[in-house]
């Protein structure tokens, strides 16, 4: 099995925290897809034996597109690969961008699944992050998916943005628990580099949100969703049985997929690589069939220390017996040498040959997995 995720960089306007490849000249659109349907035509030959058993689109914004360019995506990897019959098929999209004849438009794709990147239900904060949309087009954009039979709707939400108390937190959940979907990724915000959030924080312009509060935030996510019958399956990702991201779960369990278009990644198990990360790079190598790409073997450790990150993330964990045959008894030696302390502790359990994060080592998962890995 193989998953595909393309990338859409192309956003009316660009959030305050952003620092993903994206785009505001949507003059460039068709002239994208052209190259997008060729790059995925192209390299058809890289996953002959597999099937695809999940679709993501995401972004920058992919609700920008019209109907004319899904269709072209679409018919560009149906004729290219071999589609499972119960293939997840996601759109990442903006609230803004999600009105009624939108949503009928996706309705007639192959969509079975919509990630709607809401952040929060607070207008004062929506309007900090420079989100195009308020709290009430958020409710609306959930509402029209459902009115037009989506079934597996997924709302990002943010916390630990500078000003946030733990009351307007605790809104936003309530808020979002009343829409009645299927999965919530909640993400602490980051201020990364080069980004218009980060030259705020610098200037001494925005103060970040105090660690204690920050941990009281998180606590107060999982307690909230976990009593609202959502299975905290990631460390960000929540789901009502049956709900889970086969996308994302893909990657956390290591199987093979395939990024098609500017600074998108790929893995086959031994490599990795990604496109290069401009516009106008990415349409003429693709073009002239010299597309730029970056390219890393992965060694045996760095999979070893791959494996125990995003496994440690899942609330499946790590399996033992897995740990011994990918990687030797040396490392699984080391690995239940430098786990012994967490066990002690509690902040990891073990069941038969599970090992997996506690309640309370979630909230220093980041320790733990750095202790756990090989320098």
């Not at 659109?29 to 052209?34: A, E, G, P």
């Not at 030959?45 to 992919?62: N, S």
């Not at 008894?329 to 073990?350: G, I, P, S, V």
Request: net charge negative; charged share 25%; glycine share 6%.
């Amino acid at each position: 099995m193989a998953g595909i995720y393309i990338h859409i960089p192309f956003c009316k306007s660009r959030c305050i925290y952003c620092d993903f490849f994206t785009s505001t000249n949507e003059a460039e659109m068709d002239k994208y897809v052209q190259a997008l349907c060729k790059e995925i035509s192209d390299r058809k030959d890289e996953v002959t034996d597999d099937l695809i058993k999940t679709i993501y689109i995401g972004g920058g914004t992919p609700s920008r597109l019209q109907h004319n360019h899904f269709e072209s995506i679409f018919n560009a990897i149906n004729k290219s690969y071999t589609i499972a019959t119960n293939v997840e098929v996601t759109i990442e999209s903006n609230p803004d961008d999600l009105s009624h004849d939108y949503v009928d438009m996706l309705r007639d794709l192959p969509f079975n699944r919509i990630s709607i990147g809401i952040q929060s239900f607070d207008d004062q904060e929506l309007n900090f992050l420079s989100r195009r949309h308020d709290a009430n087009r958020a409710k609306e954009a959930v509402k029209y998916c459902q009115e037009k039979g989506f079934d597996n709707i997924s709302i990002d939400l943010m916390y630990g943005l500078p000003k946030q108390t733990l009351a307007i937190w605790q809104e936003t959940l309530r808020q979002a628990l009343q829409l009645n979907i299927q999965h919530i990724s909640a993400y602490h915000l980051i201020y990364e580099e080069k980004t218009r959030l980060y030259s705020l924080l610098q200037a001494g312009k925005v103060n970040p949100v105090e660690e204690d509060s920050s941990l009281e935030m998180f606590e107060v996510l999982i307690q909230t969703l976990s009593d609202a019958g959502f299975m905290h399956y990631e460390i960000s990702n929540f789901a009502k049985p049956g709900f889970i991201s086969q996308h994302n779960s893909s990657y956390w369990t290591g199987e093979k997929y395939l990024g098609f278009g500017p600074s998108a990644h790929s893995f086959d198990g031994e490599h990795r690589w990604w496109n290069v990360s401009s516009m106008p790079k990415y349409i003429e190598g693709i073009n002239n069939s010299n597309l730029e790409i970056e390219k890393e073997d992965i060694d045996l450790t760095t999979k070893y220390n791959e494996y125990i990150i995003t496994g440690l993330r899942t609330m499946w964990g790590i399996d033992l017996d897995e740990l011994k045959m990918k990687f030797g008894e040396d490392l699984y030696d080391y690995f239940l040498l430098n786990a012994q302390r967490y066990f002690d502790l509690h902040y990891l359990k073990r069941e038969n040959s599970s090992v997996a994060l506690t309640h309370k080592g979630i909230f220093i998962s980041d320790g733990i997995m750095s202790d756990l890995m090989k320098v």
